[in-house]
């Protein structure tokens, strides 16, 4: 068998690139060794820095919105000095660019989860890639049900540092680079939120324990916790530690003590897991040819280049890799594609040896350079220049985190900056504070510097394409435990109220919608306990029922509560900022839907204003079985990725607003998911479990699934039609229901094409998540 396009690893780098293709149109098959990738092994760290470059390409896949919960904004590192000094130096001078920490579990489950839901991903787990014959462009793949022999027309090799594909190509090439294993490794352990709190560690800073020849690091997790990171000579050496000296656990416990006394006092029990955790080695390797000599294999990620971890750019360069490649392979028809692959090697190569040479330098800088008082220093002067030269002066860190910067050409010109700072420091060593805006000694430098260096081009300078994901720093205390205001994350709820306009009225408007998705948060529990793997007994129904009607019924009031405190003319000052934002983003309804109601029963016709409902298969209930029969055997047609999709599509929603922008933006966002989430709760709604109760508990149960399905179905949606007529219709006139298409659509037209007054309508007060169930004689 030929499969056109093989991706070897279902790592980082290997699905996304999967992802990137298959949004091109491109289908690949993805071979991959482990069983379940997602979960961690001793050779990977828990957590991973998260910086622009790879930030762009999870935007591209669509991913950062279902990754937000587990990401942790990074505003600076802070410093911990062995006598309990403590030093912040911000990523950014403005305060506002962060790196973010992102559990690495987390990543590879929505990775997987995105690429398991494609169509165009033929995703093989547990398969292990044996051989790898280049010239007959043939593999040999090993599983539990043993052997098999694909062909291939393009092979990526994104299996990692130990790459097969890299060593078939080495050896084809005959040059191969060596792997070199730093003289330093590393361990990890986790330290606990209470941990935390005990050391005052603030949440959303990259923590750094320098000790000249080694270093400790801790990188904050989205539960609380952080993930710890010592890196330690093997071998000790005179007066140096080494993991070799630490055979015993007394040796560790000695070692924490002197080294790192806040930690030996606070979290004692790192000692022991220290001494259990095994210490791992850094490998790097940049390989010499990234291609075979037909163009027909290629390496990318650490397969190409493993570098060390002290930039935290090694999964970013990989997910860039993605980026760039899958953009060359787009636009390149099939028989060019072998072009387009040397293409991309040539052209990244300088990039991926400029990246692994800064990595390894910045490891001086971590464990010795920011404990230098120079460095504060440095870092003031560096903040005064960037001021005075916002178009030309960004330090190198900066243009290595927070921008796309090729990073052969940003190392250049770091260098060349970093050549005349030194420079102006050795004459005035002084000047460290006012060089840049002091007329008499700053101005040379400032002037050396405007003169060496072209301006940045625009695109670097400019600020992240989406909007920082940011956690605000919970108030920290060095007590045992939280306060009430801290077990509430009160400064985090407070705090997440970011309005967009200066309009007074918009935090109202922001903090009510916030209380309303608070509140189906809590349906969704009340409605996951009815709807779990194990049917609950009738019984438990109405009481969970009604917990999750009282819910809805406080969130229908909620809409009264916005009417009054945004009033109209303040709701369009703000409104167009918000573009292409609308309740139809509102992802947790569309789950409660599919927690609830069939899918055929979702396809509503009367809604959407047309007859045609979609074409369903009709042998499957995900899609359209006749409403409460349950005659029909689901076990032969257990809901696929494609009917799952055909579901989500044919949603009167779905079917309403076709063609808008925040459709397509929907789509792009949750649409996998939410057809992954449809194929699960496909046997598992409320409305199908209950075709299978018997006539006695579908007569107890009835009453609450029709108090339910009124208050959803009529009083909430009646609440939010009143709401958004009030805002957006002609107060005069408001619009005609099923209004023609497009001219004599709403008056006031919603964001982002969306032809509300399709969607929202009286008619869909008609629908019913349960239409079977008798509510007259039930209530
Ligand atoms: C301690 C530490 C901290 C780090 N911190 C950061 C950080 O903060 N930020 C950052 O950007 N990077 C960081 N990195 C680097 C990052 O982990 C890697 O660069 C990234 O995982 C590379 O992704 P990849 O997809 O290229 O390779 P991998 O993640 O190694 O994936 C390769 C995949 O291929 C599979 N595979 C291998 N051989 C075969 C075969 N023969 N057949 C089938 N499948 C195969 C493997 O099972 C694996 O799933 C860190 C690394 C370390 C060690």
């Not at 260096?453 to 920290?476: D, E, H, R």
């Amino acid at each position: 068998m030929t499969h056109s396009m093989v991706i070897v690893g279902a790592g980082i780098g290997g699905l996304a690139l999967a992802l990137l293709l298959a949004r091109a149109g491109r289908s690949s098959q993805v071979i991959e060794a482990r069983h379940d990738p997602s979960l961690g092994d001793s050779r990977r760290s828990i957590n991973l820095a998260l910086s622009e470059r790879g930030r762009r390409t999870l935007d591209e896949i669509g991913l950062t919105p279902r990754l937000a919960p587990h990401l942790i904004a990074m505003y600076g590192r802070t410093r911990h000095d062995v006598n309990g000094g403590v030093a912040r130096f911000a990523y950014d001078l403005a305060g506002a660019r962060a790196l973010h920490s992102l559990r690495r579990d987390a990543l590879m489950t929505q990775l997987l989860d995105a690429a398991r839901d494609n169509p165009r991903i033929d995703l093989r787990l547990g398969e292990t890639v044996a051989t790898v014959d280049l010239d007959a462009r043939r593999l040999v793949c090993r599983s539990r049900s043993g052997r098999r022999t694909l062909g291939y027309d393009l092979l990526i090799g994104a299996d990692g540092a130990g790459s097969r594909v890299g060593a078939a190509i080495d050896d084809q090439r005959g040059e191969p680079a060596p792997r070199q294993a730093l003289d330093h490794g590393y361990k990890e352990v986790t330290l606990s939120a209470r941990d935390a709190w005990r050391l005052g560690l603030e949440l959303n800073a990259l923590h750094v324990w320098p000790r000249e020849d080694y270093m400790a690091i801790a990188l904050p997790c989205s539960d609380g916790q952080f993930a710890a990171t010592l890196f330690l000579p093997h071998r000790a050496r005179a007066g140096v530690p080494g993991f070799d000296a630490l055979a015993r656990r007394s040796d560790t416990e000695a070692f924490l003590a002197t080294a790192f006394p806040d930690i030996a006092r606070e979290a004692p029990h790192v000692a022991a897991e220290l001494h259990e955790a095994p210490a791992a080695p850094i490998l790097c390797r940049l390989a010499r040819h990234w291609t075979d000599r037909a163009g027909h294999a290629l390496v990318i990620g650490d397969a190409a280049h493993a570098m060390a971890p002290f930039l935290g750019q090694g999964m970013n360069c990989a997910l860039e890799d993605c980026r760039l490649l899958a953009a060359l392979l787009a636009d390149a028809a099939p028989a060019d594609a072998p072009a387009a692959l040397a293409r991309f090697a040539i052209d990244r190569r300088p990039d991926a040896a400029a990246i692994c040479r800064l990595s390894a330098d910045n490891y001086g800088e971590m464990r010795r350079g920011i404990a230098a008082p120079a460095f504060a220093r440095r870092r003031a002067l560096e903040g005064r220049l960037q001021t005075a030269l916002p178009d030309r002066f960004v330090p190198r860190y900066a243009m290595i985190a927070f921008t796309t910067l090729p990073y052969a050409s940003l190392a250049d010109r770091a260098d060349r900056q970093e050549a005349l700072i030194d420079d102006h420091l050795a004459r005035h060593p002084d000047d460290a504070h006012g060089a840049a805006d002091d007329g008499t000694t700053g101005a040379p430098l400032t002037r050396a510097l405007h003169d060496a260096l072209a301006p940045l081009p625009p695109a670097a300078l400019a600020p992240p394409a989406a909007a920082p994901i940011t956690n605000q720093p919970p108030t920290l205390s060095r007590a045992a435990g939280p306060s009430y205001t801290d077990y509430l994350a009160l400064d985090t709820i407070l705090a997440a109220q970011r309005p967009l306009t200066d309009e007074p009225t918009e935090v109202a408007f922001i903090t009510l919608h916030q209380a309303i998705e608070m509140m189906f948060a809590l349906v969704i529990r009340e409605l996951a306990l009815l709807t779990g793997p194990t049917p609950p007994p009738a019984h438990r129904w109405p009481d969970r029922l009604d917990n999750a009607t009282a819910l809805f019924q406080v969130s229908t009031r909620h809409f009264g509560l916005i009417k009054r405190l945004v009033p109209r003319p303040a709701f369009h000052r703000f409104r167009d900022a918000l573009t292409p934002a609308s309740g139809l983003q509102s992802l947790q309804f569309r789950q409660i839907e599919f927690m609830c109601a069939k899918a055929c029963d979702l396809a509503a016709p009367s809604v959407v204003g047309d007859a045609t409902k979609p074409a369903l298969d009709p042998t499957n209930h995900l899609t359209g079985a006749p409403n409460g029969d349950p005659t029909g055997d689901p076990a032969g047609n257990r809901a696929t990725g494609a009917t799952a999709h055909a579901a989500v599509r044919g949603c009167y929603w779905h079917r309403a607003t076709q063609g808008s922008d925040t459709l397509a933006a929907f789509d792009t966002q949750h649409g996998p998911m939410l057809a992954a989430f449809a194929a699960r709760y496909a046997e598992r709604n409320l409305s199908w479990r209950y075709d299978r109760l018997d006539p006695a508990e579908r007569r107890h149960v009835a009453g609450a699934l029709g108090r339910f399905d009124r208050q959803v179905n009529q009083a909430w949606r009646k609440a939010h039609l009143a709401l958004v007529r009030a805002f957006l219709s002609d107060p005069a006139s408001g619009p005609a229901p099923h209004a023609p298409r497009p001219d004599a659509g709403s008056p006031v037209p919603s964001t982002a094409g969306l032809d509300w007054d399709r969607y929202l309508t009286e008619h869909a007060q008609g629908l019913r998540f349960f239409p079977q169930v008798p509510y007259a004689t039930a209530a």
